[in-house]
């Protein structure tokens, strides 16, 4: 069993190619940073899936079309034996959908063994160098534009263990929608990481035009209107739901977020 494993560097990669390791798997670990695979270009493809099996994807990051690139890597690794694929999608991208839905669709049509993981926020958007993790330990507040809508926030590392299962186990065959155990506002996030660290933190709600101005502060305009376009499909009420996947995979229950701020105490405001 010979898996690749692309965005090996990032948050859910690293995690699957380190579980992968452990049962002894052999594990092609792909990204720019660490092997120069970069999807746009394509004569770093070949090597990625020379005697590849299955493959776990994450498409490239701030793509708002990403079938151009992914589609063509698709077809190559399915005329050169790829058997299975996990890709890593997001909660919103039903399949056939814009954006990620377009490669979700295209994905059993090339391949026999296939699953699609379409997981929620992740906890671990709070701490690191995402846009959460920096108003918190700048500014004592965590601010969005979600307003008092809910969203089941996931931890990483249930995703992960999920996408093992899923390259591993019998094939899926079919799309995951994965959350964390309970749907939570960002008030209560942070009366939550308040409660865990002992240092006060409030949420601020402000209109996704401000939140847009504030992320441009240090992000990119098309990165600060993508992620303040996030957060109004939060504010929509649509990611409030809440499903058991994460256990019916791995035989138990995801992670709280109380279970994982308590984890990452080292990592959050002291």
Do not use: C
């Amino acid at each position: 069993m010979r898996t690749l494993v692309v965005g090996a560097a990032g948050k859910t990669g690293s995690r699957v190619a380190g579980r992968l390791r452990e049962q002894g798997r052999e594990v092609v670990a792909a990204s720019r940073s660490l092997t120069g695979f970069d999807w746009y270009e394509p004569d770093t493809h070949d090597d990625a899936l020379s005697g590849v099996d299955s493959a776990y994807l994450v498409a490239p990051v701030g793509d708002p079309d990403p079938v151009g690139v992914m589609g063509p890597f698709l077809e190559r690794a399915a005329r050169q034996g790829v058997r299975r694929i996990v890709l890593l999608s997001v909660a919103p991208a039903e399949s056939g959908g814009p954006g990620l839905g377009r490669v979700h669709a295209l994905v059993p049509t090339l391949f026999a063994e296939w699953a699609v993981l379409r997981p929620t926020w992740f906890m671990q958007n709070l701490v690191g160098a995402h846009p959460h993790a920096r108003s918190i330990a700048d500014r004592g507040e965590l601010i969005t534009a979600t307003g008092d809508a809910r969203v089941a926030l996931i931890d990483v590392d249930d995703i992960a263990d999920v996408a093992v299962r899923a390259l591993t186990g019998p094939p899926p065959n079919t799309d995951w929608l994965l959350t964390g155990p309970e749907a939570v506002s960002y008030t209560d996030v942070a009366a939550v990481i308040s409660e865990v660290t002992g240092v006060p933190l409030r949420h601020r709600a402000v209109e996704p035009e401000e939140l847009r101005a504030y992320l441009e502060t240090f992000l990119p305009a098309a990165a600060a209107a993508r992620m303040a376009g996030l957060d109004r499909i939060i504010a929509s009420g649509s990611q409030e739901r809440v499903t058991g996947v994460v256990e019916e995979v791995t035989g138990r229950p995801a992670r709280t977020l109380w279970d994982w701020a308590v984890r990452h105490r080292s990592q959050l405001p002291a």
